[in-house]
């Protein structure tokens, strides 16, 4: 620490010192008989001076939190379009789904004849050969949803490998004797909404009979299908007992749905499936049938397509196709086309 001692007026060694050496005495002539640190006495006569701003950074870190903010404000715009378009999205569904709707296809039936029967020598190849053969059947025919059944493993794998374009279900996904009945629609028309299965009595056991809720990806019309195959010679018992069931959950189907119901499959009936289905449903066949539950035309197969509910189900071009008969299957090929009307919801 050092002492500034008073200064005169008169002091001419003073006034003869450098410009800054004089401020500091003027300064310190404030601070007459006060004590001043040197660092204070090294300030006044050497004073900092601000360092210079570098323009080109300056610059360039404004357009840095310039661009950064554009971003962020162009990712905010396209959220809110997005949001924006879910919600318009979802309006034009909400009105749609109110709509009738309808949908119009081919639907077809075919017991493709499990590689059980024909093992050995016999009058048809093995099973998975005459698989691939009903899959370019199907695929040649336009048909685009039909109910399939006594599938085997070694034909679901075949079926999944040469019907391509269709979606196939339920595969595996109902365990045990799952696989016999199948359903198979052409993914660009038709998806799958819902699905389930109900067990009924098949050949002196139990086995899952599927369905599945589709919607038509243009018109979003939406309609149940089932698979079914009844026991076959003297088990008319567990004939009458499957036909109940497959009642009973059509009429389910409609009641809590209101859409439209179709069923395919191998009943083991020339007759009384139709009857019993029509008299408690009002279900009409592809084939036909008229005004009190009246037969359709003859020839009758043991294979059947009905339909109904909904805002109504109209058949029409049913054919009995035989070329499955030379090679691939001892069942007739059946299909038809089909509009199947969705309500909408009430």
Known sequence: MVVVPSLTDGDDSASATSATVGSAKATAASHQGKVVSRSAVRTLRHPRR???QDN???????LRIERREARELAREKRRKARLLRIKREKKRLARLAKMRKVSTFRVGALNILGSQHTRGKGRYGPGTTRAAISAGIIAARGVDVVTLSEVQDDQLAVLNNRMGGYSI??????GS????LQIAWRSSRFE???GGSVSFPFDRQSIPLPYVRLRDRSTQAEFWVLSVHNSARDLEGERDAATAIQISLMRRLMEESGKPVLIGGDVNEHEEFFYKVCQSLGFLAANGGGPGCALPPRPLRVDWIMGGGGAGVDFSGYVQDG?????ASDHYFIHADVSVTDPGEQ
């Open 50 to 52: 601000a360092a210079p």
């Open 56 to 62: 080109d950074q300056a610059r360039a870190a404004a």
């Open 169 to 174: 279900w339920p595969q595996h996904a109902l």
């Open 177 to 180: 004797n799952g696989q016999r």
């Open 192 to 194: 799958m909404v819902d």
């Open 323 to 327: 070329s499955t008969l030379a090679q």
